[in-house]
């Protein structure tokens, strides 16, 4: 039987096993949404490294110091084995040992031996068997063979664990990733991001040559940005941190870095949210036309505030990306279905967040307030973060071992006019289904009719 494997190797190769876990968690979830990694998935990433690297130095250190060990053990037994054939060893007594047991064999080799016997035992008084075979089979029929399960003995079934362990938390931070960001400067509690409030003027020389051209001062005012502190921290006891399989240490750390996550998702797009003022209404969410029209409208509010710049992104609440979805044409169709059809305005997936409703950037995010939906320009709202990661300290006289995970975050928006809302009265309440037979043309697009999604 194999030697039992030390409780600092095991230990060593459950820390191993969890950094390589969360390596290859992180590195397949940007493989499938096909994106760089975020800075948070970047630290932890780091973090799992260091794990993997310090697992690894230390198991290197150990495995040298048992090979040393039963280097030492053989070269024990090599001397003593020398010392025997030359004769130094002669006079040690001879050890007798008991006579090993003959193994019990099987009782019946199959079942047509079991029959006879059992035939033989009990039809005996009429005549089946000799005497002797009558014994033999009795002895066999008679021995006591006691049923041994599991419920015998749960102090030896192990309870297996699957890794990984199974969260329902992710790190992906939809309103953070949709909009520009900064580095977070490095002094001060308070930063200021210079926004243009007047610009200069430009003109005809309305007075003929040599007269005075337009002018006008161009003024640029501070916005104040606040920076934040956000955070956590778990005091773990030595014998959780070494006892348990997967390793507790790599789990907390990776949950403590995707609540900060949420939570500076969740802050910054509240903000966001607040921050924009201007809007246009939009009745019903269950009429294509008046979606259109509120959209269009919208875009031509920002443009008009920025220069002509268009909008690119659409930001939603889930209930508003439900509503969008649902949307379908007179005959039934959807308006913006999964595959490309005639006449569409664009399409959507229940399957993916990855939309282009209307021509526009579609972000989910479930943080926004209930019934968002926002036009505008990504680029004029920021976020600003410096990540600080992991930090640890022992505490020696209780064996505990206190980590955090923190950052330093901020957001703002620049040019909130460069956003519109969408204020929205009536959502849809249920999918109605359609009796109607859609044309053969299999065409998606608007036809002028109402949705045959409505509120009831």
Same mark, same amino acid.
């Given at each position: 039987?194999?030697?039992?494997?030390?409780?600092?190797?095991?230990?060593?190769?459950?820390?191993?096993?969890?950094?390589?876990?969360?390596?290859?968690?992180?590195?397949?979830?940007?493989?499938?949404?096909?994106?760089?990694?975020?800075?948070?998935?970047?630290?932890?990433?780091?973090?799992?490294?260091?794990?993997?690297?310090?697992?690894?130095?230390?198991?290197?250190?150990?495995?040298?110091?048992?090979?040393?060990?039963?280097?030492?053990?053989?070269?024990?037994?090599?001397?003593?084995?020398?010392?025997?054939?030359?004769?130094?060893?002669?006079?040690?007594?001879?050890?007798?040992?008991?006579?090993?047991?003959?193994?019990?064999?099987?009782?019946?080799?199959?079942?047509?031996?079991?029959?006879?016997?059992?035939?033989?035992?009990?039809?005996?008084?009429?005549?089946?068997?000799?005497?002797?075979?009558?014994?033999?089979?009795?002895?066999?029929?008679?021995?006591?063979?006691?049923?041994?399960?599991?419920?015998?003995?749960?102090?030896?079934?192990?309870?297996?664990?699957?890794?990984?362990?199974?969260?329902?938390?992710?790190?992906?931070?939809?309103?953070?990733?949709?909009?520009?960001?900064?580095?977070?400067?490095?002094?001060?509690?308070?930063?200021?991001?210079?926004?243009?409030?007047?610009?200069?003027?430009?003109?005809?020389?309305?007075?003929?040559?040599?007269?005075?051209?337009?002018?006008?001062?161009?003024?640029?005012?501070?916005?104040?940005?606040?920076?934040?502190?956000?955070?956590?921290?778990?005091?773990?006891?030595?014998?959780?941190?070494?006892?348990?399989?997967?390793?507790?240490?790599?789990?907390?750390?990776?949950?403590?870095?995707?609540?900060?996550?949420?939570?500076?998702? %969740?802050? =910054?797009?509240? /903000?966001?949210? *607040? !921050?924009?003022?201007?809007?246009?209404? $939009?009745?019903?969410? #269950?009429?294509?036309?008046?979606?259109?029209?509120?959209?269009?409208? %919208?875009? =031509?509010?920002? /443009?008009?505030? *920025? !220069?002509?710049?268009?909008?690119?992104? $659409?930001?939603?609440? #889930?209930?508003?990306?439900?509503?969008?979805?649902?949307?379908?044409?007179?005959?039934?169709?959807?308006?913006?279905?999964?595959?490309?059809?005639?006449?569409?305005?664009?399409?959507?997936?229940?399957?993916?967040?990855?939309?282009?409703?209307?021509?526009?950037?579609?972000?989910?995010?479930?943080?926004?307030?209930?019934?968002?939906?926002?036009?505008?320009?990504?680029?004029?709202?920021?976020?600003?973060?410096?990540?600080?990661?992991?930090?640890?300290?022992?505490?020696?006289?209780?064996?505990?071992?206190?980590?955090?995970?923190?950052?330093?975050?901020?957001?703002?928006?620049?040019?909130?006019?460069?956003?519109?809302?969408?204020?929205?009265?009536?959502?849809?309440?249920?999918?109605?289904?359609?009796?109607?037979?859609?044309?053969?043309?299999?065409?998606?697009?608007?036809?002028?009719?109402?949705?045959?999604?409505?509120?009831?």
């Amino acid at each position: 039987m194999p030697a039992p494997v030390p409780g600092f190797i095991e230990r060593l190769e459950r820390q191993r096993d969890g950094a390589l876990a969360t390596i290859d968690g992180i590195l397949d979830r940007l493989n499938d949404e096909d994106r760089e990694p975020t800075e948070v998935e970047q630290q932890t990433l780091t973090d799992a490294r260091q794990t993997l690297e310090r697992s690894q130095t230390q198991q290197t250190e150990w495995t040298e110091i048992l090979e040393a060990r039963a280097g030492g053990d053989e070269l024990r037994n090599r001397v003593h084995g020398a010392l025997a054939r030359s004769g130094q060893a002669a006079g040690a007594q001879r050890v007798e040992r008991d006579p090993v047991p003959e193994p019990i064999t099987e009782l019946w080799r199959s079942a047509g031996e079991y029959a006879a016997d059992f035939v033989i035992a009990h039809g005996h008084d009429v005549g089946y068997g000799t005497d002797r075979e009558y014994e033999r089979a009795r002895e066999r029929l008679d021995r006591a063979v006691a049923n041994q399960t599991t419920a015998d003995n749960p102090g030896i079934l192990p309870t297996p664990i699957l890794g990984p362990v199974v969260t329902a938390l992710w790190r992906v931070r939809p309103f953070v990733n949709s909009v520009t960001s900064r580095p977070m400067p490095g002094g001060g509690k308070t930063f200021s991001r210079p926004v243009v409030s007047q610009h200069t003027q430009v003109g005809p020389q309305a007075g003929g040559e040599k007269t005075e051209l337009p002018s006008r001062a161009m003024k640029i005012d501070p916005l104040q940005v606040t920076k934040n502190t956000y955070g956590g921290a778990l005091d773990i006891s030595f014998q959780d941190r070494d006892w348990t399989d997967p390793a507790i240490l790599q789990i907390v750390i990776d949950d403590l870095a995707s609540e900060y996550a949420q939570q500076t998702n %969740a802050v =910054a797009s509240a /903000a966001f949210a *607040t !921050a924009v003022l201007a809007s246009v209404p $939009l009745a019903d969410a #269950t009429s294509p036309s008046e979606w259109l029209g509120a959209i269009y409208t %919208a875009a =031509a509010n920002v /443009a008009a505030q *920025t !220069a002509n710049q268009l909008p690119d992104t $659409l930001w939603v609440s #889930t209930d508003v990306w439900r509503a969008l979805g649902m949307l379908s044409d007179s005959a039934g169709r959807p308006l913006f279905p999964v595959m490309g059809a005639q006449n569409a305005l664009g399409t959507m997936d229940p399957s993916t967040w990855a939309s282009n409703p209307f021509g526009l950037r579609v972000v989910v995010d479930s943080t926004l307030p209930a019934k968002t939906a926002i036009v505008g320009v990504a680029a004029y709202s920021e976020t600003y973060e410096q990540i600080g990661g992991t930090v640890s300290v022992t505490e020696p006289s209780i064996l505990g071992y206190t980590v955090a995970y923190y950052g330093y975050f901020a957001s703002a928006t620049p040019k909130p006019n460069a956003f519109c809302k969408l204020n929205i009265t009536t959502m849809p309440t249920a999918a109605e289904v359609s009796t109607e037979e859609a044309p053969a043309d299999g065409g998606g697009g608007v036809t002028g009719g109402r949705s045959r999604t409505s509120a009831r």
